[in-house]
């Protein structure tokens, strides 16, 4: 289940990816994210608090799906579906800046390290438009 | 239920909203939409077709949300929720036409009017980042 050729750009470049996910009442939630594209493994790595709702609500229903539109050409879009396979702490707030460094180009002390968590996707499926 | 007004631009202006539903296998979707807003009757309206995976499933779970982030500044953003309160043929394509107009600064004919559909949302609550 590896990305289209033609879309790979927008895993690579610092877009922001809109994260759908369902609610414990079972209503879908949409936020955008910042997120990390892993090629050789091929998962996607968000980074996120314990303390907000979409935590609680990945462990109930941990499937979830993402948006991403070329910010140059917004009919341009690829769309991945996928589970959180993973969920660890970063204690150090470390993959937190690694997204610091990617997105803002510096990072800072990382404030909420004690609650922040690495979720690990990994994709079943994708979408892209147009296909090529 | 009104949006903030600090973030009403994000409505007003051509931007596309990531709209998050849940399909039949309960896992959600994203996926990019253009939308237009009417601040007299507080209604989202989005055109679809009859013949895309989104409109079975919103028969089956009325309930959607909508992320909304500034292009000038990513940050910056604004969630809905809400559900489909209405559903009607778009059989002369009109309301396609207006968000072509919206979006494009022109229309087409529209191929597809025979399944074409307008989507009326009902806010159900708002988020805005930064608060104010």
Redesign the interface.
């Known amino acids: 289940m590896k990305p289209p050729e033609s879309h790979r750009d927008l895993l690579e470049r610092p877009l ?1 990816a ?5 609610g414990s009442d ?7 994210m910042w997120f990390l594209y892993d090629p050789e493994t091929n998962r996607v790595r968000l980074t996120h608090t314990k303390t907000r709702h979409n935590h609680r609500y990945l462990k109930a ?1 941990p ?5 991403i ?1 070329d ?1 140059d050409d ?1 009919y341009r ?1 690829l ?1 991945l ?1 996928g589970e959180v396979e993973n969920e660890e702490d970063d204690p150090e707030g470390k993959f937190y800046q690694l997204l610091q460094k990617r997105y803002r180009g510096y990072t800072t002390d990382v404030q909420d390290k004690d609650v922040r968590v690495v979720y690990t996707i990994r994709p079943t499926g994708w979408k892209s438009r147009p296909v090529t």
Do not use: K
Request: proline share 12%.
């Open positions: 922001f809109h994260l759908a996910t369902v079972g209503a879908p939630r949409s936020n955008p229903e499937r979830i799906s993402m948006s539109t910010p917004q879009y769309q579906r």
